[in-house]
């Protein structure tokens, strides 16, 4: 696995296309909108995002917990720290509290029970709408792009690993192979 693709075509979005993005879904649907934040700040697998339940949402501990879904075993978990405005925006729309509070505490309830066809349907009208193509236009681009800002910001590998689901430490490692601006911003911190 690469950041770029047989022709040189890369895999990720940058900060910038993230941002527009993110623009762009704050225009449409509320549910939309959550579902794109949550794929740009956690960095987790469409499928992964899809499953998420109201009772794997922290917004004391400003986690949101994902069930590995690439595992060979299912019950394998990891919590991903977000920002608070995905932890707002996900219970402003969604009534995370008030159904954590409630009969069952919202065990099983997912945030957006749709097919991972219209999961994905749903990211890429976004991203047509952002002005965003190519591969680097795709819920993967997205996960890829949370990789490339991760290690741009000097969180460290093994974080990144833990936060992104990998088993194997080199999977991790191409995200510290980022180019253009990322690739400047890294090269800056050595300069200092």
Known sequence: ???????????????GEREAFLREADRGDRAVRTLCMTLTYAGCRLSEALALTVDRVDLAAGVLTFESL?????GVYRSVPVPPALLEALDMVHGIREQQTGKGRGRG???WPWSRMTGWRVV???MVAARLEGPHASPKGLRHGFGVAAVSAGIPLNLVQKWLGHAQLTTT????????????????????
């Open 1 to 15: 696995m690469g950041l770029h693709t047989v022709e040189g075509l890369r895999k990720y979005v940058t900060v």
């Open 70 to 74: 690439k595992k060979r075993r299912d």
């Open 109 to 111: 309830v997912q945030l």
């Open 124 to 126: 890429h009208d976004v």
């Open 173 to 192: 490692a191409i995200y510290a192979d980022a180019v253009g601006a990322e690739e400047k911003d890294i090269a800056r911190r050595m300069w200092g």
